[in-house]
């Protein structure tokens, strides 16, 4: 399954945006999924995760309450909308399959099937 992230842009401070992550060449409906970002100099930092039935979610401490993930099984993606955006979450942002389904993972090896990931720039 390749995972494709989409819908990064340039923005100001405060506005939103909407990633979508859609899966192509399998099913990954039955999978946890998580959004990561990284910036330059810095490790991969988790965002987001979506169990399977989207019955648990979990959110990194600097984004709760900013950003929503959801997940539509039937066309396989899974969207990140971010509101309230700040400097600070200019990144690559990434989305990729969970390898285990409970509890939720957090750490980026606990994930696989990395795809290409899409540019956020807030500016102040």
């Known amino acids: 399954v390749q995972l494709q992230a989409s819908g990064g842009g340039v923005v100001q401070a405060g506005d939103s945006l909407r990633l979508s992550c859609a899966a192509s060449g399998g099913d990954s409906s039955g999978y946890a999924k998580g959004w990561f970002r990284q910036s330059p100099g810095k490790e991969r930092e988790f965002v987001a995760a979506?169990?399977?039935?989207?019955?648990?979610?979990l959110y990194a401490d600097p984004v709760k309450g900013r950003f929503t993930i959801s997940r539509d099984n039937a066309k396989d993606t899974v969207d990140l909308q971010m509101s309230g955006l700040k400097p600070e979450d200019t990144a690559v942002y990434f989305c990729?399959?969970?390898?285990?389904?409970?509890?939720?993972?957090?750490?980026?090896?606990?994930?696989?099937?990395w795809g290409q990931g899409t540019q956020v720039t807030v500016s102040s």
């Open positions: 990729a399959i969970g390898l285990w389904q409970q509890p939720l993972q957090t750490l980026p090896a606990r994930y696989s099937n």
């Open positions: 979506i169990s399977w039935t989207s019955e648990y979610i």
